[in-house]
């Protein structure tokens, strides 16, 4: 196919250059919604290509316009986010993050590297394919509300509402070529769970004359656990987790206040929605029948990432001819979160990997200090996405 020899021809062309963008990206990383300097270098980048675009959404938001023939025919938006996180970077890379504390450790330098990237094919080639691209470059993924929720109330689609959003993440498990799918539910919503077990303290000697207050919020997480085990159907994937419990007394001190945090994580709005109000029942009289009581706050986070049906197996096929249907990979649902997940409840989008696995060496793990990617993959990365979007325009 004609098309697809030219994208690969101009991502190979371009790589190095990519390759480029992501190291500056990846060595000078800023936090969620403080992407000043990313912001600023990604705007010199689509300058130079010649793509107009408006910045300021969210503070370091952007969104670039690539019009095409007949641009008022079809409008598709391609999205990457830009944050880092407050990780302490332990890569023997020569572009390693100068940056104390933050480092690129979920990927976002390369996907807004590819984005570029990708921006800068469909651009040369707009003169083929009818209608308009949108380009968001997206902040604060990693950080609750989230850019994506942010920027569509900041009013990116007011003007044009795309029919189609794609969107892309890297995969350490996955061979750096490759790219996975999955149709429907794929990722999990992600609600913060922070309660706060309240009573009377006092020496760890004489209990019958306080509250046992580290108790109860012992006993409380036990009888949570209950919620996902005999309350949620066993056939809907659902983790509640807590790992963080503060009980700030001594060996002999019952302190007056403990705080515990975690996480909810599920694949059903509905069930979602009765887990909350689960928890807050349960939280709230198991301290009570001790004696104590408890607050309930609990953060809604991101929505379930739901991949619209038609438009991933479309994807699919449009992989299977640039890839191969040997590099293209059913993926199992994940119980990770994703603010993707607020693009996806409002417009037909797919959110899919592609891998970056080291050939010779340790790739690392998503949020650890040592992830490091395999920079070959940037070339799956760029090329899919400009062949997903021309394919999708045409």
Same mark, same amino acid.
């Not at 270098?41 to 370091?60: C, E, H, N, R, S």
């Not at 001594?250 to 929605?273: D, F, H």
């Not at 096929?317 to 693009?343: C, H, I, N, P, V």
């Given at each position: ?60 938001? $952007?969104?670039? =316009? &690539? +019009? #095409? @023939? ?7 938006? *391609?999205?990457? !986010? ?110 913060? $769970?922070?309660? =706060? &077990? +309240? #009573? @009377? ?7 019958? *004359?306080?509250? !046992? ?182």
């Amino acid at each position: 196919m004609e098309s697809k020899q030219r994208i690969k021809n101009l991502t190979q062309k371009y790589l190095g250059e990519i390759i480029e963008i992501r190291r500056h990206i990846h060595q000078f990383p800023e936090i969620s919604f403080d992407e000043v300097n990313t912001s600023k270098y990604i705007q010199q980048q689509l300058t130079k290509i010649g793509i107009p675009f408006k910045a300021g959404y969210v503070k370091t938001g $952007i969104v670039g =316009t &690539i +019009k #095409g @023939k007949n641009p008022e025919k079809k409008v598709i938006a *391609l999205r990457a !986010d830009m944050d880092a996180l407050p990780i302490q970077e332990k890569s023997n890379v020569p572009f390693c993050s100068v940056n104390d504390g933050v480092m690129h450790a979920c990927g976002h330098d390369a996907h807004s590297a590819a984005l570029v990237g990708a921006a800068k094919i469909l651009f040369e080639l707009r003169s083929e394919w009818e209608g308009t691209i949108l380009l968001i470059f997206q902040p604060a993924e990693e950080v609750f509300p989230g850019g994506a929720k942010l920027m569509m109330e900041a009013g990116i689609f007011d003007k044009q509402k795309p029919e189609v959003i794609l969107g892309q993440h890297v995969l350490p498990t996955m061979k750096s070529g490759h790219a996975g799918f999955k149709e429907g539910m794929y990722m999990a919503s992600g609600d913060e $769970i922070y309660l =706060t &077990i +309240k #009573g @009377k303290g006092g020496h760890a000697a004489m209990p019958h *004359l306080l509250t !046992d207050n580290v108790l109860i919020a012992s006993q409380i997480i036990v009888a949570l656990q209950q919620i996902v085990s005999r309350f949620v159907p066993a056939q809907l994937p659902t983790v509640l987790s807590f790992g963080k419990f503060i009980a700030n007394g001594a060996t002999n001190i019952i302190p007056e206040q403990v705080e515990i945090a975690g996480t909810l994580r599920t694949m059903n709005e509905k069930w979602r929605a009765k887990i909350k109000t689960k928890i807050r029942e349960i939280a709230t009289f198991t301290a009570q029948s001790m004696g104590a009581e408890c607050e309930v706050d609990i953060k809604d986070g991101y929505p379930v990432v739901h991949n619209d049906e038609k438009v991933t197996r479309q994807a699919i096929e449009f992989s299977e001819e640039y890839l191969g249907k040997e590099q293209t990979e059913a993926m199992d649902t994940r119980m990770t979160a994703e603010d993707f997940g607020y693009y996806t409840q409002q417009y037909p989008c797919t959110f899919y990997r592609f891998g970056v696995q080291q050939a010779n060496e340790e790739t690392g793990n998503l949020h650890t200090p040592q992830f490091n990617l395999n920079e070959s993959s940037l070339e799956t990365a760029t090329g899919l996405m400009a062949y997903l979007a021309y394919r999708f325009m045409t």
